[in-house]
């Protein structure tokens, strides 16, 4: 598998992360979070869970540059959001098809 080694890292401050957690407990409290939640659906692997199972994930890290906005916010099981920490989308396609390569060969 090829690894994306470059990574891309901003320069971001823990001033801004601060910030952008902030804006990301106000969303939790929104009908629209929980309106997400209710579905029930991981967004990564697609699999149903119970609401209080479910957690919020930055499709892109606050980490690498990602905001608190509903358009950067995703539902995620516990597990999904646990592999990906601080992934960006090509990163995590790369696992997920490293994983599937993987399970061909068994």
Known sequence: MKSVECCFYPDVTDEEIRKEKEKARKLRATRWWRQKKAQGICYYCGRRFKPSELTMDHIVPLIRGGKSVKS???VACK??????KYMLPIEWNEYINHLKEGNKLK
Do not use: P, Y
């Open 72 to 74: 950067n916010i995703v």
């Open 79 to 84: 597990e999904c959001n646990n592999k990906k």
